[in-house]
C-alpha cells in the first residue's frame, strides 16, 4: 500500500486534509480524507460500514469517508462536506456522491439504544418481527441530501456486504478481514 494513503478508523468524526506528503502513511484517529492534490490515492478499509466517495464535478477535490452508526451519529458527512466546501469553495450541489458496498438493512439489526438516535430518518429504522433495523445508507441518503447533495447525485450500491460471500461482513463472520477500496483524483 505504498501509493495510497490510509485511515485508521476509530468509528468517529475526524476528517483529516492529506495531500502528496501522506503517500504510503496511516492517518491516525480518522473516518474521513480529504485531498485536492493531482496523483493522491486515498483508502478506506470496510466490511460492514460505508464506504463514501465525494467528488467535486469541478474537479477541485475529492473525499473518502468511513460511517458506520457511530459516524452518522456523529454527523461524519456533515463534517466532511463542510470541510470541503470551506477549503474549495466548492458548492454542495455539484457534488456526487457514491456509497459502495455495505451492509443491507435487514441484516443489520440494532438495539432500540441505537436506533432511538436515527428515529428522526424516515425509513431509516425499521421494525420487523419485533426486532429494529437501520438502514445506515438510507440515514447517509438523507444526511446529503439535507445538506444540498442532489438526491440524482448520489448513487447508492445495492451490493450487501452481509449477503454477498466475496465481500467481508464483520456480521457475517466475525473476522477483521476487509475491503480495501480507493479513490484517486
Known amino acids: 500500500m505504498k501509493d495510497v494513503i490510509l485511515m485508521q478508523q476509530i468509528h468517529g468524526n475526524n476528517v483529516v486534509m492529506v495531500g ?27 466490511a460492514d460500514c460505508l464506504p463514501i466517495f465525494v467528488v467535486d464535478e469541478k474537479g477541485r477535490g475529492i473525499g473518502l469517508i468511513h460511517a458506520g452508526w457511530r459516524g452518522l451519529e456523529n454527523e461524519i458527512i456533515v463534517k466532511t462536506i463542510q470541510k470541503m466546501e470551506n477549503q474549495w469553495k466548492m458548492e454542495t450541489g455539484k457534488l456526487k456522491i457514491i456509497i459502495g458496498p455495505h451492509i443491507c438493512p435487514e441484516h443489520y439489526e440494532v438495539k432500540e439504544d441505537v436506533a432511538s438516535k436515527f428515529s428522526s430518518y424516515v425509513k431509516g429504522v425499521t421494525l420487523n418481527s419485533g426486532r429494529t433495523f437501520l438502514d445506515l445508507s438510507e440515514v447517509a441518503r438523507q444526511q446529503l441530501v439535507s445538506l444540498g447533495v442532489k438526491n440524482e447525485d448520489i448513487t447508492i450500491d445495492s451490493k450487501c456486504t452481509f449477503d454477498d460471500p466475496i465481500l467481508p461482513s464483520f456480521r457475517r463472520d466475525k473476522t477483521t478481514q476487509r475491503n480495501l477500496i480507493t479513490l484517486s483524483i
Do not use: F, Q, W, Y
Open 20 to 46: 502528496k506528503k501522506d503517500i504510503g502513511t496511516t492517518i491516525p484517529n480518522c473516518d474521513a480524507m480529504i485531498t485536492s492534490d493531482p496523483g493522491v490515492t486515498l483508502g478506506v478499509r470496510v
